[in-house]
């Protein structure tokens, strides 16, 4: 709701209406929920890219699943995560536009038979089942602009909504079965594949998904240019955002090839102009891979595609390289398992069939290059490109935070920068201005308040506004190391209860916020969740520390709780392990709303050192370069005493649970058992060095606030404007196209 306000400039004539209604708006959209359409950051940076292409007046639509109840709702009870439906749909959603005339069949299982047609070969796939995929329009308005571009996101519904005749026989669940196996397929994002019919499920969502967009770009393709193939690649471009959505290439060479007719030539090259492929992950486990013998049973046709693709493909590698195996056997897109299994390897899929893949910051581009992908690279050198991410500055700056919005306008003398991110370099030359560092701690100290009455209404915890903020929100992982943030606040635990009250006076007071989701699956994410808690409970209890550090966990982080802590926040955690963050797009978000950054040199990190000055980071741990050798010697580190300490706390018990903690405990130094693949031990003492200098910079008000000014100054280049212009000239090769201006 207050997005769409400020998007179409009405925001004040529309609280106005509503008080003359005897309504309050803070409190109406306080009643809004928030869509579950995305898992994270991916899911907001796309968001982010809608909002920038909506207010540049580019071309462009988005597409998606309608998911009724997201990812999940998360609870904590007795520091365990538990999951629940996110109901988000209950009420309907007021912003969408049910098209009940745009649906389309889309197909799964069955078996795929050979026809003679006008003397060519026809391949038709006789599908074992059918579902419709209908469309829901979801208007995106642009800033200070008519455009008003379309999210379509598609639910599935049943091909036939009720079996009458089951129902007449007595058999009253046949009657409905079908329609709730349909409508399951639009029910859950992401769902648990740790089990077969988890990765199913998942499959038949991506395939759901793209063949729904598929047939209705080709559809309205036809519309505008019947029986002309040539101009395709002219008129559309498909962005695969990771691997996701990468089944839409045999999708569209199906779609060519069995319902429109054309030869394998023709549809092959009008794939390889319209589909670029973004890699969002170095990780090579979240690639995805799907085992041949799934896709044979759910997508036979596509099965039979891949397998060509992947022929053709590899004979372009043995034009280059000759009978060169072992490298024709790490690019095929088909994988030999070691138990005899096949698998699909999306990733290289999606790269042979692209014809540009980019990376999302400067670091990672390099790394897919040189790691994942380096075999492509070197066979196509041209085709890779960095396209480092961004956030939009309207939500995540001027929306979110608008006592800082106002101050940043009354500065710097008018608020073009909303549009135009840049301008915000005006900043720097104030940064030494008194009465500005004054008014933006004032700011700072707002938004404290705000943050510390939402903390104590969720959870119940009383926190201070006059301590530091320290906060690391984020989906819980492993390499994001959560962990580490929390042996941190241990030692600092440890170290407080060790003080003379002298010392203790001089204690700059602390307020850890830690928020996230940990996948369903993912049992050691869960653990790190309960120690996050189980430390919590008993730092917050001890009166003897009182307000000098407080630990909560965020419950049910979301849109709305960044909204609130961001601007809140001091200093942000971005402390995954060298090279294993592509970019993150919270830390931007921080860095917009005067945010200072304790962090790896990771992901974008990099590049918002660069613009706000690496001085004026908190920077520590070791370098990406590093970390293989690092990772083969970690059973000879000698460790840190004071980690040997915290681990020692843990085992001993004092946060409860021990047993349930130890494999936590073993995962990072226990070398018999775990193998610290992130590297928590070897980061641990550079970590708390870069704290401590956190504490002193943080006594030294002006320079803190200088250098808050300075990040909200540097953080121009990563708005998801620069980002997506960046994506428009390069990769899409469109235009903007600005509506006409009204009589």
């Not at 199913?200 to 047939?215: I, M, W, Y």
């Not at 036809?222 to 002219?234: C, I, Q, S, T, V």
Request: aromatic letters at 10%.
């Amino acid at each position: 709701l207050l997005n769409t306000l400020y998007n179409l400039g009405i925001k004040d004539q529309y609280m106005e209406a509503l008080s003359e209604l005897g309504y309050d708006l803070e409190a109406i959209a306080e009643q809004e929920r928030d869509a579950a359409l995305g898992n994270g950051g991916l899911g907001r940076l796309a968001a982010c890219f809608l909002d920038s292409m909506a207010t540049l007046n580019l071309p462009a639509w988005g597409y998606g699943i309608r998911y009724s109840y997201g990812m999940f709702r998360q609870s904590i009870v007795n520091g365990f995560q538990h999951e629940q439906p996110d109901y988000w749909l209950t009420f309907g959603n007021p912003w969408e536009i049910e098209r009940l005339i745009v649906s389309y069949p889309i197909k799964f299982y069955g078996h795929v038979s050979v026809h003679q047609e006008e003397g060519r070969q026809v391949f038709r796939w006789n599908a074992g089942e059918q579902v419709t995929a209908v469309a829901y329009d979801n208007p995106i308005p642009g800033f200070r602009t008519r455009n008003c571009i379309n999210l379509r996101l598609w639910a599935a519904k049943p091909s036939r909504e009720f079996d009458l005749e089951a129902f007449n026989t007595g058999d009253y669940v046949q009657a409905i079965l079908g329609k709730q196996r349909a409508e399951t397929l639009s029910s859950v994002l992401y769902p648990d594949d740790r089990t077969y019919e988890g990765k199913e499920l998942r499959l038949k969502q991506q395939h759901f998904f793209v063949s729904a967009t598929l047939q209705d770009v080709v559809r309205r393709y036809k519309e505008a240019h019947p029986n002309n193939w040539d101009l395709l690649p002219e008129r559309v471009a498909f962005q695969l955002n990771d691997t996701h959505p990468t089944i839409a290439v045999p999708e569209l060479m199906r779609i060519l090839m069995d319902e429109n007719k054309l030869g394998w030539t023709a549809s092959w090259a009008i794939c390889c102009k319209v589909f670029a492929f973004t890699n969002h992950t170095v990780l090579p486990e979240a690639l995805e891979k799907w085992p041949v013998s799934l896709m044979e049973k759910l997508l036979p046709r596509h099965m039979q595609i891949v397998y060509d693709i992947n022929w053709r493909f590899l004979q372009t590698v043995r034009a280059k390289y000759g009978d060169d195996w072992e490298r024709i056997s790490r690019m095929s897109i088909i994988e030999d398992g070691t138990q005899g299994d096949k698998f699909v390897r999306m990733a290289y899929l999606a790269v042979a069939a692209s014809h540009t893949v980019n990376g999302v910051a400067a670091i990672h581009s390099d790394i897919i290059k040189n790691t994942i992908f380096k075999d492509f690279a070197d066979l196509f050198p041209g085709k890779f490109q960095n396209k480092t991410n961004g956030v939009t500055q309207r939500r995540w700056l001027a929306f979110c935070n608008p006592p800082l919005r106002r101050l940043i306008t009354e500065r710097l003398g008018s608020d073009e920068w909303i549009t135009d991110l840049d301008r915000l370099r005006g900043l720097r030359e104030h940064a030494d201005d008194p009465t500005l560092q004054q008014a933006w701690r004032t700011v700072k100290h707002q938004a404290k308040q705000r943050a510390a009455a939402k903390i104590h209404a969720l959870t119940g915890v009383k926190v201070s506004p006059n301590a530091l903020f320290d906060i690391q929100i984020k989906r819980i992982h492993e390499y994001k190391r959560q962990l580490l943030n929390v042996l941190g606040i241990i030692h600092r635990y440890d170290a407080i209860k060790k003080m003379s009250p002298e010392e203790r006076s001089k204690l700059v007071p602390r307020v850890c916020i830690i928020g996230g989701k940990a996948a369903p699956g993912y049992e050691m994410a869960k653990r790190i969740i309960k120690l996050m808690c189980a430390v919590g409970e008993k730092i917050n209890n001890d009166r003897d520390v009182g307000d000098l550090l407080k630990l909560v966990f965020y419950p049910d982080y979301n849109v709305s709780g960044a909204e609130i802590l961001i601007p809140a926040s001091e200093l942000s955690q971005h402390i995954s392990t060298a090279g294993t963050e592509a970019s993150g797009t919270s830390n931007m978000k921080f860095q917009m709303n005067g945010c200072l950054i304790i962090g790896t040199m990771d992901g974008a990190n990099i590049e918002i050192a660069e613009e706000s000055g690496k001085e004026n980071m908190f920077v520590f741990g070791v370098d990406a370069d590093d970390v293989p050798n690092l990772r083969k010697e970690r059973k000879n580190l000698k460790t840190d005493k004071r980690f040997d300490e915290v681990m020692a706390d843990i085992e001993g018990g004092m946060f409860g649970d021990k047993e349930y903690f130890k494999p936590l405990v073993d995962s990072i130094s226990n070398m018999k058992v775990g193998n610290d693949w992130f590297l928590v031990a070897n980061d641990f003492a550079s970590y708390l060095e870069a704290q401590e200098e956190v504490d002193r910079v943080y006594k030294d008000v002006d320079e803190w606030t200088r250098r808050s000014i300075l990040y909200t100054a540097g953080s121009g280049k990563f708005s998801s404007d620069r980002t997506i212009v960046e994506y428009a000239k390069d990769i899409w090769h469109i235009t903007p196209l600005r509506p006409p201006a009204t009589k």
